[in-house]
């Protein structure tokens, strides 16, 4: 099992910033795509911004510009700086990640998806 731990988020300004970080911890488990995405009220969970273990990023258009994602592969943490904060922007916001187990004794590999317990991210008018 992965464990992504999660911080940051909180109540701010439109205009204003914050910043998300997430680690990611498991035995025998190597960390691949890290990300986040996120849940308002009454829709769907949604893309916001991934990174790849080489640091090739992808950003939701409605965040381009404004949010930059980055990650510590030594760490297993990726961070999500947002900017140019907009109302829009308020709800849950779950981190992410593709993690591989390698069993050393049958020489196989096998993905799993994991998600975070998720953090609110609330912003006023």
């Given at each position: 099992?992965?464990?992504l731990?999660?911080?940051g988020?909180?109540?701010?300004?439109?205009?204003?910033?914050?910043?998300?970080?997430?680690?990611a911890?498991?035995?025998?488990?190597?960390?691949?795509?890290?990300?986040?995405?996120?849940?308002?009220?009454?829709?769907?969970?949604?893309l916001?911004?991934?990174?790849?273990?080489?640091?090739?990023?992808?950003?939701?258009?409605?965040?381009?510009g404004?949010?930059?994602?980055?990650?510590?592969n030594?760490?297993?943490?990726?961070?999500?700086?947002?900017?140019?904060?907009?109302?829009e922007?308020?709800?849950?916001?779950?981190?992410?990640?593709?993690a591989?187990?390698?069993?050393?004794?049958?020489?196989?590999?096998?993905?799993?998806?994991?998600w975070?317990?998720?953090?609110?991210v609330?912003?006023?008018?």
């Amino acid at each position: 099992q992965v464990q992504l731990v999660e911080s940051g988020g909180g109540l701010v300004q439109a205009g204003g910033s914050l910043g998300l970080s997430c680690a990611a911890s498991g035995n025998s488990f190597s960390i691949n795509d890290m990300g986040w995405y996120r849940q308002a009220p009454g829709k769907q969970r949604e893309l916001v911004a991934t990174i790849n273990s080489g640091g090739s990023t992808n950003y939701a258009d409605s965040v381009k510009g404004r949010f930059t994602i980055s990650r510590d592969n030594v760490k297993n943490t990726v961070y999500l700086q947002m900017n140019s904060l907009r109302p829009e922007d308020t709800a849950v916001y779950y981190c992410w990640t593709i993690a591989t187990k390698t069993t050393i004794a049958t020489k196989t590999s096998r993905s799993y998806q994991y998600w975070g317990q998720g953090t609110q991210v609330t912003v006023s008018s």
